[in-house]
């Protein structure tokens, strides 16, 4: 069923390809100069192509020529015209947003003479650089480097760490693949999001794209820091932009697999190293006088029986070398050349493995791709792509996370199934040669479901069970699984003999009855962009926009955390909500080129409304208690909202300049104000419902979102042939940047027993500034190389509590009769605030941004022989964490130990027949098998003192995950073998 409905989408992919009129991305590159002859004569009417495609372009009276919307890569670029010998220039390099220079000077000849091919020199410096981007580029692209995926080679460029771009979170930057915004748009590397008692992780932070693309696939990366130009998507961090691969006149294509050596290892002390300690606690309790205690002592048995009959290697894990047992491995296939005579294909599908490096853990994808482009006629050009990234709810596995909560009963932890969807349409139509149009429609969505398995329907999730995930419908359900003596727990918050003594409550470790989860969340996007570009002239391009999307949130969960007092027949809580919010863009911008200086200014404005409802009167009733189940009597407690939410809109003007200092350097300014809207998790969260009876968050569906200001001066400058470096001074100040929370306790006799809650909402401010250093060596002699090192400096505002004149209040209690004005809370802008360290540490999630000192070195040498050699360097001093122990002033903060790793791969390379070439490759990551510490186990105070004073992260439990499962060090020392062919 699920692969008909794969079926249905390539097959909706290639009706966009040849039939609608959607989308194209941003501006893609634009080739521009002068063709004269040897004494430097203008030469009118000279005719320029780019040779393999239909782009050209003709010269004016002054012999100046552009070609517009050519797509980024290596090409030759010939000039010619009647009396004078052609001339073509190789290795011309074209990159997104940018103008390569190319001119031509022509011999003379009285007769028709044969082409002249010279390889072109590229500019010392690129003078059309008017903000800070990195640029990433087919070679480094095409598994050539000991990575991953694209996020590993994001983590190069200076501008970011880990995700993170220049003291903004993750969300606040924006993946762009062809101009489609792919970025998820719930959790979108927020955090992490767990589900209380059942410790089930529906993100640990790593859920950035709806879709990850394969970088075989990818033609150029483009990492977006500065100014970015008016179209691109509301960012307040920074864009990454991709460029996907097309299909050429010719068949190429690559084949890929890589395999770890055996399992993956992880840093820190083995999972099981308190075996010993379990074993103790089992049989004390199994010699005690107390009846029930010692019938508790068959919880303990379960586990034990598990590792004695795996030879003491329980769930796929090895105690002893702290290692998976199971290898991981990733195949990846892509395949590219003509279809018909205008047209071409490029086909990517990428499988991987991984049984991860703690027990239990697999996930499992399937990634298919495909791009189809044609010439309609010499002014039109249609594409149409398409990508899919399975999960398991098409194919029909499960993937399992690793819990330190479950640890001893795996059985407990909850399984997933996910699903990413990415397409678009696109034509671009040339109404001249100065002006052309695009028009775009795309569809983008993720589908995320958890839950539990009982195939055999005898009421206990067992081992090997991954069917249809359980939901509680009736009162038999309740019955068979939400009873004192079933599998799950009706009240897991408050049940006790099933955790362990040594490690108790929720940060320890439980032996059975987990709290019942399921969870289907669904966010898509339809978005509709249409813009109009125009050369006006030879010093200015103008580019005119508008764009439209209207999202879809749904999410229906049932979960349990402490037992309800509104419905015990059914105990449990149900949200489910299905809402549409919108936003709209308009923008403008003109880019001025001119010989001694390029300007690129433009203005973006931006709108968005959650389309839902808010509070309408805290002074009445917050709750009610609502039957969800048309008859059948599933009660839940849902929040009363009967208020609309208002349209916000952002005015983001933003200019870039640029301006030669000599023929080896340029330097560049920047201002512009940025918009990113909020994550949907941040709003939406239980949207209509209330998690739990006590103290239950509730996320403001009105918080503003972060908005920024940035600065930035830079220079280039190519000191040496093939050596350039960048210098780059930036300061960037946020706003809305902190989430503060508001204790609110509503009238008595709230419906269903609701007691106080928790408002989330935004507040506070950050400014980011740092130096950024790169220093590139590019490709010549057979190597080449880039090293950068940044300085960046994050602080935020931090309440203090204290006032001359008035207290920050965030605590509100109403009482009967009382109406309560909500401009109140509008307080939290005017609290008194002092700037501090942006902490890390406690949440692993949050010590990407605040790393002082950052240094990357990448490097590619192609030696004799065939073999090459790349590697992937990075160091950065600790994160810093607030001090609770050793000095208690509000101030004073202490920093984590510094990061190093070294990323390497050899490849020995032979020729296969003409065009073919055969690789194998070995590739170590974390060569020096440095433990990097990311975070540290705060299960209690002698937890945080022990790495206070000591340094020592693992916490008195002494284990190498906080209890949701995130790792406190980085990756151990890993080992990769692989195969390729290139044709």
Known sequence: MGYRKLRFLIFAALLLAIGTTPAFGASLGKVAGRVADRAGAALPGASVVIVGTVRGGVTDAQGRYFILNVQPGMYEVRASIIGYKPVALSGIVVQTDLTTEVNFSLEQTPVEAQEVTVTAERPAVDKSLTATRAIIGAQELKNTMPIDNLDGLVKTAASAYRGYIRGGRRYETKMLLDGVNVSETYFNGAGLYSAGYTAVARSKGDETELAKIATSAVQELAVMAGTFNAEYEAATAGILNVTTREGGRKLTGQVFYRRSAGGLKHAGPSVYNDYDRFLAEKASIEASANVAQRAAAANYVVFEDIYKRTNGKPYNYDPAKRKSTKPTETLDLSIGGPLGKKGGFFYTGKYSRSFGRFPNEFTQTVTNSLKLHAMASDKLKLVGFLMVEDGGLLGGWVNRDFTARFKFFANGTALNQRLGVVGYGAITHFLSPRTFYEVKVSRSGRTSEFGYSDDDNDGVVEAGEDGKFLQIRTTNDVAKYMTPRSF?????????????????????????????????????????????????????QIKIGAQFRRHTVSDFRQENSVKPKFDLAYPFFQIDYNLHPQEVALYAQDRMEYEGIIINTGVRLDSFNPKAKAYGDYSGNLSEVVDLSNGKKVLSQMSVRTKDTPTRWYWSPRVGISHPVSAKAAMHYSWGKFYSPPVFAQIFESYGSFPNDSLPPLPDVNRRSPTATQYEIGIQWSFVKDYAMDVTAYYRDIDHYLEYGFALTPKAGQPGGLGAITLLTDGGYADARGIEVTLEKRPSMHWSARMSYTYSYVKSGSISGISNNRPDINSYSIPAGQAFNEDVLLVRDRFSAVSLNVQGGGSAFDSGFDRTHRLTLTTLFTLPHEVDFSSITTAASGFFFQKQFTNTQEREFGRSPYTLQTDLRFTKGVKAGNRGRANVFLEVRNLFDRKNILTWDSFDPASSRLWEEKKDPTGTLNRPTRVEGTPIYDIARETYFGISYDF
């Open 488 to 540: 799950f727990s009706p009240d897991p918050g408050n049940e006790l003999p099933y955790d362990t003594k040594y490690a108790p409550g929720g940060q320890g470790y439980r032996l059975g009855r987990p709290g019942f989860f399921y969870e289907k969340l669904k966010r898509s996007n339809v978005t509709y962009k249409a813009d109009l570009t125009s050369q006006v002239d030879y010093h200015h």
